[in-house]
């Protein structure tokens, strides 16, 4: 070993530097991802189709975004602070035999994929619905084109015959596919039902559970409500909440997976330990670079061993490994109070996604 870690403590707990560092990197590589889909879906130059004035598709209605379902503050009290409250609950509960590091752990891996699936889909989204650039079905309304000026009905027309000074309103309006309402919620609640499968399977509850089954109803009850919500708003066709909802769904298995074992295979599903750093001579990895995990599941247990010398009857002499006393002898065992402890993941141990 030619390399060895700092330690900090906080919070009565030892927090490795290097670890620390490592995990900063996903967050502020999260926030990052979150910034350049926001700045995207708002500055970015937005690119125009030809369109047919005589395409039921686009006549429908303009709703204004308050106006509609789901406006941006309600998905972000889905997406936020609902998950956000159940992670707590469920991990206070379910982890509450397990030690305190266990259970801040499992909170910070199920906060931090759940900021890396929603980010990186909604960047993907905004880049597809930003080249694609599809006309929304209440296109023509907010358009509002001059039919006088048109030369020929029939044709193709450019955003050019739109008359409604409000720019964004129009650029916006090229933005149906795929859904980003739909992609969002989906990945969000996605990953909320993998978490909540494996912390319920911990009680070991069967696969037919209540708990289960409304574990599982409920996320995908608000995400197909939040969805096609944005059909009867006149936002998106089906096709774009379909394939948004197929978008998040994805994400948001993939971020699960990153951080927390399999729910599906029997064992806990808990998080992934942290990451380990470590430089030794003998490694065969880049500039001999070691990545391992730390074991944040076990604990000391000290229990009392006795030997009498024989004066008591109620307790025969009996013999010590250590000592022949009448003196208490404290030995530490420590023990990992957990099998199919997950200690290493090939994705999250290895890369920063």
């Known amino acids: 070993m030619i390399f060895k870690d700092t330690f900090y403590r906080v919070c009565n707990c030892q927090v490795s530097l290097f670890s620390f560092l490592s995990y900063l990197v996903d967050w502020l590589t999260y926030f990052i991802v979150l910034s350049a889909a926001v700045n995207w879906q708002l500055f970015a130059v937005t690119r125009y189709t030809d369109f047919s004035i005589n395409d039921i598709s686009i006549m429908h209605a303009y709703k204004a975004e308050n106006e509609t379902y789901a406006p941006v503050w309600y998905l972000l009290i889905l997406i936020l602070l609902i998950p956000l409250f159940i992670v707590v609950i469920c991990c ?19 906060i931090l994929g759940s900021l890396g699936c929603c980010s990186s889909q909604l960047l993907l ?41 409000d720019e964004s309103l129009i650029n916006d309006g090229f933005k149906s596919f795929p859904s980003g309402h739909s992609s969002t919620v989906f990945a969000s609640q996605t990953f909320l039902v993998l978490f909540l499968i494996g912390k319920i399977k911990m009680s070991g509850s069967s696969y037919f559970s209540w708990k289960l089954v409304l574990s ?17 708003d006149h936002r998106h066709r089906v096709r774009d909440v379909l394939v948004g909802d197929l978008i998040g769904v994805c ?4 971020f699960y997976f990153i951080y927390f074992t399999n729910p599906f295979n029997g064992a806990p ?39 009498d010398d024989g ?24 023990f990992n109070n957990r099998p199919n402890r997950p200690t290493s993941n090939p994705i999250g141990s290895l890369f920063y996604v």
């Open 311 to 334: 004066n008591n009857p109620a307790f025969p002499k009996s013999f010590s490994p250590l000592c022949y006393s009448t003196v208490p002898v404290k030995l530490k065992h420590t």
């Open 251 to 254: 994400f948001g298995t993939l």
């Open 269 to 307: 599903s808990l998080a992934f330990s942290p990451r380990k750093f470590e430089v030794d001579e003998n490694s065969e990895g880049l500039f001999g670079l070691k990545i391992s995990t730390y074991d944040i599941d076990s604990k000391e247990i000290s229990y009392t061993e006795s030997v």
């Open 125 to 165: 989204v905004v880049i597809i619905k930003n080249i694609a650039a599809v006309p929304r079905p209440d296109f023509l309304t907010r358009c509002q084109p001059d039919y006088s000026t048109i030369p020929v009905l029939g044709s193709l027309y450019n955003v050019d015959f739109c008359q409604n000074p």
């Open 216 to 232: 599982i109803m409920y996320p995908l009850i608000i995400s197909c409500k939040v969805s096609f919500s944005r059909v009867s």
């Open 92 to 110: 206070l509960w379910f982890l509450r035999n397990r030690n305190k590091k266990r259970m801040l752990w499992d909170m910070h891996a199920a």
